[in-house]
């Protein structure tokens, strides 16, 4: 039996007049993959933003493991193992790339006390593994903003990573990336998904990419759930062509 | 900062390559009252100066909260110990509508006792102040915190001048040292040494915690911290209380260092010491642990050599090390070394890492 993690139930958000997300409802089932595609401006990072809190939505309820999240913070979502990355890859840039998996140890019960806490070796050691994993390794005391636009979209999936999270919203992973390099990520989401048990969330503007990688897909357009199925009955729906060729 | 540089060599881990620093510094911190005598006045506030680099640098440096206000905790300080002081022997409304009377005295024991809780009252009060003002101003970001907490300062210069009680604008005469006036400068001068040793210990020890790494994330991007779900408002209000908490031990120091306060030259002394404070991490490196160290201790330098030699031209002088820094030389002295020499700092790819896995890839 699938369990949804996530239940979005008729959200809609307005900026002003322009309405991002109309009435939308849907789920992302527990364990697996999730793609969530659609033209530009279809409103696909809207409705990411309000489920994890970047926005108050105007109408409708976000549930995560069953509980209302649709009105708490950022933070708090976080905490709850709801991570997200972003489209323009965010990393510290600043800091070296250790230190940008550091920050990320899962903050869920992190105490007053805890901020004196220095990290023990099996963090470090976590860390290490996990820059191995996205192939980081070697670059690991580099700056992370010296890093090419590629290996910091791999340091932000690192990151996540090292979160801990039940469910990882990843807004475009591969945009930018170069196309041999592709191949390796979706492996690397894919064992996230298998080996780390993480649910995944996918944004994604490559069919490719997405065909390959998630189980069921939600396509939006103008702000509205357009289609829902397996990624071959998304194929070969003609509404959703028709929305990406622009007949809308 | 890289604080947890595991198998690889870095200036700011290895304490070894440290010593000549703290033996330069501790040792002339030691050695000068007996070399300069004179100056033992001038050097104290290079201490005071040095602690106000690193506090401030707490804040702007490692969290990126630019503060203009920093220096209000400075001059609450003062006040505190200064009510503190006096409050345990004489009533402090009486006291100051009588400043100038000269009546008022304090034996050395009510003297020293006055001083110690007037300090730790500055210290733990000004580090109180700063959640309730970091409530209302951490709300604000960027140039909006720095343009808030200005005016945090000026206000409470203006708001001082007005309170009666403390001496309104005419201030409050201190308690006067009871012991020679050799004897005052060298009681200040260790008084000083000893603070921004402590203070520079504490706050390199608090860099090397999770709170360190924190902070720095905040300053890289808050936005993304908070959706990793870091306690960001907590961090931030800690280091702000941190900041305060040291700002305020200096205030005590300095005011009875003075031995007058006055709310708008002493106490809030936005355009000299409010800016100083913010000059000297620039120009030493903000957000390292030896960058505000440096920048204080060149900026004092040429503050008091220009005053001596070039009295005239002091502000221009100081001026132009601010022009410069800002324009010209943004990373600092420390950030230049890290810019110049970053393998010197940790900055490295891991080589035999890099080794083993083309040794592994060929077999």
């Known amino acids: 039996m699938t369990s949804s993690v996530i239940e979005v139930d008729n959200v809609s958000k307005a900026f002003g007049g322009v309405i991002a997300n109309k009435e939308i409802s849907l789920t992302v089932p527990n364990g697996k993959i999730t793609g969530l595609i659609g033209p530009n401006g279809s409103g696909k990072t809207t409705l990411f933003n309000s489920i994890v809190g970047y926005h108050p939505i105007d109408d409708g309820s976000i549930k995560f493991e069953g509980n209302e999240i649709s009105t708490m913070r950022v933070q708090e979502i976080a905490r709850l193992g709801l991570i997200r990355t972003f489209q323009q890859t965010r990393i510290f840039s600043k800091m070296n790339c250790i230190d940008n998996l550091l920050i990320s140890i899962p903050h869920r019960t992190a105490t007053f006390k805890d901020m004196f806490r220095s990290y023990d070796p099996e963090t470090l050691d976590k860390a ?58 979706i492996d690397r989401l894919k064992r996230a998904n298998t080996d ?38 998304i194929q070969n729906d003609q509404r959703v062509i028709d929305a990406y060729l622009g007949a809308h | 900062m890289s604080r947890f540089l595991k198998g690889v060599d870095s200036f700011e881990t290895n304490e070894r390559k440290q010593l000549p620093f703290y033996i330069g510094l501790v040792g002339f911190g030691l050695i000068a009252p007996f070399l300069f005598p004179n100056y033992l006045f001038q050097i104290a506030i290079l201490w005071i100066m040095i602690l106000f680099a690193q506090t401030w640098d707490t804040m702007g440096g490692q969290m990126g909260y630019n503060s203009l206000g920093n220096i209000f905790f400075f001059g609450a300080g003062m006040y505190i110990s200064a009510i503190v002081q ?96 050799d004897a005052r400068a060298e009681f200040f001068y260790w008084f000083s040494f000893g603070a921004a040793v402590i203070t520079f210990l504490a706050l390199k020890r608090l860099y090397q915690t999770r709170f360190g790494l924190a902070i720095n994330a905040i300053r890289d991007d808050e936005d993304k911290a908070e959706a990793l779900g870091v306690h960001t408002l907590r961090h931030k209000i800690v280091a702000w209380s941190v900041s305060a908490f040291f700002l305020g031990i200096s205030g005590a120091i300095f005011g009875n260092m ?35 160290v440096m920048g204080a201790i060149v900026f004092h330098l040429v503050k008091e050599v220009t005053w001596t030699y070039l009295l005239g031209w002091q502000w221009v002088a100081l001026g132009m090390i601010i022009i410069i820094t800002v324009v010209f030389f943004q990373q600092g002295i420390m950030g230049w070394m890290k810019e110049k020499w970053p393998e010197k700092f940790g900055v490295v790819i891991d080589q035999t890492a890099t080794e083993a896995r083309n040794k592994g890839a060929a077999e």
């Open chain 1, 128 to 185: 290490e593994a996990l820059l191995e994993f996205v192939g980081l390794y070697q670059k690991r005391f580099l700056i992370a903003g010296e890093l090419s636009f590629g290996q910091q979209r791999l340091l932000e999936f690192a990151t996540a990573l090292m979160n801990e999270p039940k469910v990882l919203l990843l807004d475009e992973p591969t945009a930018g990336i170069n196309p041999t390099l592709i191949n390796g990520l």
């Open chain 1, 196 to 233: 780390f048990g993480i649910t995944l969330f996918v944004i994604e503007h490559n069919m490719r990419v997405i065909m390959n990688l998630a189980e069921n897909i939600y396509c939006l357009a103008h702000g509205e759930l357009l289609a829902h199925g397996t990624p071959d009955e």
């Open chain 2, 86 to 181: 006096v409050g345990l022997v004489y009533d402090v409304g009486v006291y100051t509508s009588a400043a100038g009377a000269g009546k008022a005295s304090f034996t050395p024991e009510q003297y020293y006792q006055g001083i110690i809780y007037g300090t730790l009252a500055a210290a733990f009060g000004s580090a109180l102040l700063a959640p309730i003002l970091g409530l209302i101003m951490f709300g604000l970001r960027a140039a909006y915190f720095a343009i808030g907490t200005l005016g945090i300062a000026l206000a409470a210069g203006e708001l001082f001048g007005a309170w009666q009680w403390v001496g309104g604008g005419g201030g409050i005469a201190m308690p006067v040292h009871p012991g020679t006036a």
């Open chain 2, 258 to 292: 003075t031995g007058f306060i006055e709310p708008l030259e002493v106490a809030f002394p936005t355009v000299t010491f409010g800016i100083f404070m913010v000059a000297m991490p620039l120009l030493g490196g903000k957000g390292t642990l030896w960058g505000p």
